[in-house]
């Protein structure tokens, strides 16, 4: 499994708009049916830079779909955040593999 992390520092004066706009946009990445779960998080240590920072962390079933993801959909999805916010916020990706998980079973 691969995760495809996607790192955001918003700025605050459109923060409010961007998180109501990921909401949306989390859905239509996960649609294109690359993906089985994304998970947003906020970033709790602060920037020197300031701003708000998120994360959004897709799974992706293979490689081989974040790959079609990336030939498919990325610059389509991508470019209506880009108009919006551009100069608002800075994004960079990574890409994760899972090596083990592990969990916790109480009883």
Do not use: C
Not at 12 to 35: A, C
Not at 55 to 74: C, F, G, I, M, P
């Amino acid at each position: 499994m691969i995760i495809y992390n996607v790192t955001v520092n918003i700025d605050e004066s459109i923060h409010d708009e961007w998180l109501t706009w990921i909401k949306e946009h989390i859905p239509q990445v996960l649609g294109t049916g690359k993906f089985d779960k994304a998970t947003l998080s906020r970033v709790l240590v602060e920037e020197e830079m300031g701003g708000v920072t998120y994360s959004v962390q897709y799974r992706s079933y293979s490689r081989e779909a974040l790959e079609a993801y990336y030939r498919e959909d990325a610059d389509r999805l991508r470019t209506e955040g880009l108009k919006k916010f551009a100069d608002k916020m800075l994004a960079f990706r990574t890409e994760l593999q899972i090596v083990d998980e592990y969990t916790v079973n109480f009883k």
